[in-house]
């Protein structure tokens, strides 16, 4: 089907309800790595059900309405579609366990001509239970397959910028090998983290690490340097994907604090790779 931009800002999610437990928590904190010490008492809170928290990267996964752009209705390669930004602006604190609405909506749409495009959207993620707002998470996606159609044009958003100084912090977080097979159980099941020959077919030697898991593992290092692990700490986090990581590789996420403002972005050590630049979150 033909790639429709106006069809594409006039899109309409279904509101998604979503009920998860203590059980699904801990899952995706083990996806990011916690536990690693089964010494550490601040990160044991985040896998263990005795005083469990949620971390508040977990709201990504949260009221997630799938892999829409494949539908083949939005006329969007859906093969050349790519991660480009993830924002979470946190409200209040992500319960660990409990039931939530997901609402999605797009916001915007850039024609870059020949790079493709870049989509916007949002989505909030409320507790059904009381209305009230938890999370607002916002993306954007890069379209490669899908650019020079005549719509809306314009520089996209600057990126926050790393401070021109050595990092104030680095915190290295190992992965495991098998790391991109259980982050895929708290929802993103996109066989590229998983199959072998899916990964080679997209110029992979082998599966990658999703990038909202390697957006965790930064974030994760972010509440332990800067929030003493506290998520009521952490008020928002956003950061660019600029290259994949693969399970088994060390992330070192470099930090630079001024008050209460957080850059960062993350490097995979082994290949001295930046994989996550532009980040900024901001604590309490």
Known sequence: MTFDFKKLLAWRFDDIEHAYTARDTILYALGLGYG?????KNELRFVYEEKLLASPMMAVALGYPGFWLKDERTGVDWKKVLHGEQGVIIHRPLP???TVIGKSRITGILDKSEKGSLLFSERDVI???NGELIATLKQTAVLRGNGG???????????HKIPDRSPDIVVELNTLPQAALIYRLSGDYNPLHADPEIAKAAGFD???LHGLCTFGIAGRAILRACCDNNPEHLQEIHVRFSSPV???ETI???IWRDGKDVSFRARSLERSQIVLNNGIARTA
């Open 36 to 40: 690693s010490d089964p010494t550490d």
């Open 96 to 98: 660990h366990s409990g």
């Open 127 to 129: 507790d059904k239970k």
């Open 149 to 159: 159609f005549g719509g809306p044009t314009g520089a996209a958003p600057e990126p």
């Open 206 to 208: 082998r599966p990658i």
């Open 246 to 248: 693969f399970p088994g």
């Open 252 to 254: 070192a996420t470099e």
